[in-house]
């Protein structure tokens, strides 16, 4: 079963198998939003280097980016980002759980892998894969 440490003992083969460990590690809804705003304050950034040639802010959007994120990892959530061990589908589900906030969908998303918008660290994960 996903959830808590035991997802990380053995290896992630998927994006599919990824999505509801990566919920599991934001289940706070303040370390979400800490994520919602740093996604999208990196990738502005980012867009803005690209378009004016300022290649020196790319750096920037990394720590724009990730910074928030990782204050919600540390000091909300008690773990280590999930960017760490696997940073491609990390990206990949900081844009998915974005895209689910911005149609006011992802508490739903939670509640449905874990039962609540809010789980406890200890809570099951309920869809079975």
């Given amino acids: 079963m996903l959830g808590g440490c035991t997802a990380m ?5 998927s994006f599919e198998e990824f999505w509801p460990f990566y919920i599991g590690e934001h289940r706070v809804p303040i ?7 740093g996604t999208s304050l990196g990738t502005l950034t980012a867009i803005y280097a690209a378009t004016l040639g300022g ?11 990730y ?3 990782w204050v919600g ?8 980002p999930a ?10 589900a900081d844009y998915r759980m974005l895209s689910f906030a911005l149609r006011g969908k992802m508490a739903a998303e939670v509640t449905r ?7 406890r660290r200890d809570a099951p994960l309920l869809v079975q894969r």
């Fill in 9 to 13: 003992s053995r290896r992630i083969e």
């Fill in 31 to 37: 370390c979400r939003a800490l994520h919602y705003f």
């Fill in 55 to 65: 290649w020196w802010m790319i750096p920037i959007a990394l720590v724009f980016g």
């Fill in 67 to 69: 910074g928030p994120a």
């Fill in 73 to 80: 990892h540390f000091f909300i959530e008690g773990n280590k």
């Fill in 83 to 92: 960017s760490f061990k696997y940073p491609l589908w990390s990206l990949r």
């Fill in 113 to 119: 892998l874990y039962g609540s918008p809010a789980p």
